[in-house]
């Protein structure tokens, strides 16, 4: 959970404001819904006690006293239930047959029966710290919630929302002084079954689940917790905006699967069927598959599945992914928000992490399929990242192999994940390290560090900055995440939500004070790689080294290129930036010079989506400025091993300067002979 804002003021603070002004920030509604709304004076509280068919919610509201908060300053969305959908979800857990307590741990059958929890549980779920209209709930698609899992919306034949198949909107947009109120007929339900039991009652994925369970996968993936943290602000100037404390850290995956109807159409019909393929694909996986090779595992064709090199276990652990998400949470799509987003013509696309150990996988929405939302994993073509065109992507290109296409409007929740359902088998065969990932890899922060999409906080999440520029972020504790180890605790981590920063995917992870970490690296096949990372040249930002290695060990770092210095202004002559629409060639002369020189510019996929569309004098490439994601700094050429993790480390080298901030973007990771291609050149997106 996050901490209250009213109870935690210790993590809020605004350079040069006193904490009124702070709390004020905070209440700012979303910049392109605030004409939405005419405040009549009435907060969430006073609406709903005012109303007679809410008086079971504004109890429950009183019992967990969130009728204080409610009542206060904020941003919020609340999806009231009326009385009869109280008292039926009241009903519904006190006959409840599968219960673990009995009638999960009520008093009596009414609301007043509830527990704390389930009360605090309702409430959470049925809120969210940002603004929701209605018109946002138009189509399909998730909502996430105070308490850290989201719920789906759909439309019913008169068009009105519809939550999680069930609750149905009655009344919408009841506008208030601390957001807007959605009255619905029924509580929401929320899912509370694993993983496996989803698998278990969903009959068309009958020998998936058969593999998923005998390969004790399954069981793997119970954990949806690892437990409370706490946050420690270390403050600093040239800042604005709030840090909401992260406290809670969810854990949880994403299961990708193939229904027995397309197994079928592959000539699998019976799990027998599905050992058999597995074994024929991953027997010789050692010729391709560097991990195994390099430390000398031997691949089991036998009937012990649970041996994590077994074939079948192989298949099955090559599906999940260390992070909970849904179908429309795989890239950051197009026309999601007004925020700064992709290039018409720039495509889509994430790698992900599997089970199957140091192997990820690609999830693609090809921009010529965007008006479809198709996403393909793993989809291959040739030259991928190379032009044969100046300005464009190019012609060069071959589609080998479609990939596994994502079944839209299939998957199933569970408490601790998703499934989704694929049309294709997905399978790490030959030409996923030798194709699929031939090409310029770019890795946004929170595929590298996953925590923070399980935890909601990419995207649309379930903290979103009030208004574009107030600065408002997530702080997060310091231990919070398992691929990152700390040599020094003096540091400070801030989440940058989904808003209005000049960043890939409209957000980023920022740090300052007396940092020295390192986080591991995606798990790229064995190769050597041209080492690649964005910033925004900051006059009051970082002095650093960057160093790489293959354990958390510091002793196993080495220096990898000269100290960056990101203070140092784009046009400086040491970098040599310069707007390429101001030059004939379209900046092409000053890519080389400054390639030379150690930089290049940022993508042109990104930023200058505003509310008159893409603006190609905005694009990270061509735009200057305070604070934009301009330069992409080469920090050298490394050789990287899939049989081993792989760690950077960034070090101050200014730690007695508290204010002295950087960031996390993206990191690329390139194989030199993308960049080196004799006959192509890399594109500019």
């Not at 000539?267 to 058999?276: A, C, Q």
């Not at 995207?459 to 919070?480: K, L, Q």
């Not at 735009?623 to 993790?645: C, F, N, P, S, V």
Request: hydrophobic share 35%; net charge negative.
């Amino acid at each position: 959970m996050k901490k209250d804002i009213l109870y935690a003021t210790q993590c809020l603070f605004v350079a040069g404001m006193g904490m009124a002004a702070v709390a004020l920030t905070a209440c700012n509604p979303e910049p392109d819904e605030s004409d939405l709304y005419t405040f009549t004076g009435q907060t969430i509280t006073s609406f709903i006690e005012g109303d007679s068919s809410l008086t079971s919610f504004a109890y429950v509201l009183r019992r967990v006293r969130y009728d204080r908060l409610l009542a206060a300053y904020g941003t919020y969305t609340c999806f009231a239930p009326t009385n009869e959908g109280v008292a039926a979800y009241c009903d519904s857990l006190y006959d409840d047959p599968e219960a673990v307590l009995p009638h999960n741990g009520m008093s009596e059958r009414s609301v007043e029966g509830l527990s704390d929890s389930l009360c605090l549980d309702m409430v959470r779920y049925h809120l969210t710290s940002s603004i929701r209209s209605a018109v946002s709930l138009t189509g399909t698609g998730e909502v996430s919630t105070m308490l850290g899992y989201e719920f789906s919306y759909s439309a019913d034949p008169l068009g009105r929302p519809v939550f999680n198949g069930k609750a149905v909107a009655l009344s919408t947009d009841n506008e208030v002084t601390n957001g807007v109120v959605h009255v619905i007929n029924n509580v929401i339900p929320r899912d509370t079954r694993l993983l496996g039991d989803v698998f278990e009652r969903n009959p068309q994925y009958s020998i998936f689940c058969e593999a998923f369970r005998r390969t004790g996968l399954a069981d793997s993936v119970v954990v949806h917790t690892k437990g409370s943290f706490t946050f420690t602000q270390r403050p600093r100037e040239n800042y604005s905006g709030i840090l909401y404390a992260q406290e809670e850290c969810r854990v949880g995956y994403t299961v990708f699967a193939e229904s027995n109807e397309v197994l079928a159409r592959k000539g699998i019909s019976s799990f027998e069927d599905l050992v058999r393929f597995a074994n024929e694909q991953y027997a010789n996986a050692a010729e391709w598959y560097d991990y195994a090779r390099e430390n000398g595992i031997v691949i089991s064709t036998g009937d012990d599945y649970t041996n994590r090199f077994n074939a079948l276990n192989m298949f099955v652990a090559y599906h999940i992914l260390y992070a909970s998400m849904s179908e429309n949470q795989l890239v950051f799509e197009k026309g999601t928000s007004s925020f700064w987003n992709y290039a018409p013509d720039a495509d889509l696309y994430d790698y992900y992490e599997t089970m199957l150990p140091h192997t990820m996988l690609k999830v693609w929405m090809p921009h010529e399929y965007i008006t479809q939302r198709n996403l393909y994993i793993n989809r291959y073509q040739t030259n991928n990242t190379l032009t044969n065109e100046v300005g464009t992507q190019g012609t060069n290109h071959q589609l080998v192999r479609a990939g596994a296409r994502v079944n839209r409007g299939e998957q199933l929740r569970a408490y601790n994940g998703y499934i989704i359902s694929i049309n294709d088998l997905l399978v790490y065969d030959r030409l996923v390290p030798r194709g699929v990932f031939n090409e310029r890899m770019r890795f946004n922060v929170t595929s590298i560090l996953p925590e923070l999409i399980t935890n909601r906080h990419r995207y649309d999440g379930a903290i979103t900055i009030p208004s574009g520029y107030d600065g408002s972020r997530i702080g997060v504790p310091a231990h919070y995440f398992d691929n990152v180890e700390l040599y020094d605790e003096g540091i400070c981590f801030a989440f940058a939500p989904h808003g209005a920063w000049r960043c890939y995917q409209a957000d980023q992870l920022q740090f300052w004070g007396r940092y020295d970490f390192a986080f591991k690296l995606p798990p790229v096949p064995t190769g050597t790689y041209e080492v690649r990372i964005v910033y925004p040249p900051l006059s009051y930002g970082s002095f650093m080294q960057y160093y790489m290695g293959n354990s958390r060990n510091v002793q196993s770092m080495e220096a990898l290129g000269l100290p960056q210095d990101i203070r140092i202004d784009a046009e400086d002559p040491r970098i040599g930036w310069t707007s390429p629409l101001d030059e004939e060639d379209q900046g092409i002369a000053t890519d080389v010079a400054m390639r030379n020189r150690g930089y290049m510019r940022a993508p042109h996929s990104f930023c200058g989506h505003g509310e008159n569309g893409w603006k190609e004098e905005t694009s990270c490439r061509n735009e200057g400025g305070y604070g934009t994601m301009i330069i992409r700094a080469i920090l050298g050429t490394k050789e990287i091993r899939q049989g081993e993790d792989t760690w950077m480390r960034i070090k101050s080298l200014n730690p007695d300067n508290p204010n002295a901030i950087s960031g996390i973007d993206f990191i690329e990771l390139v194989p030199v002979g993308v960049v080196g291609n004799q006959e192509y050149s890399e594109d500019w997106y």
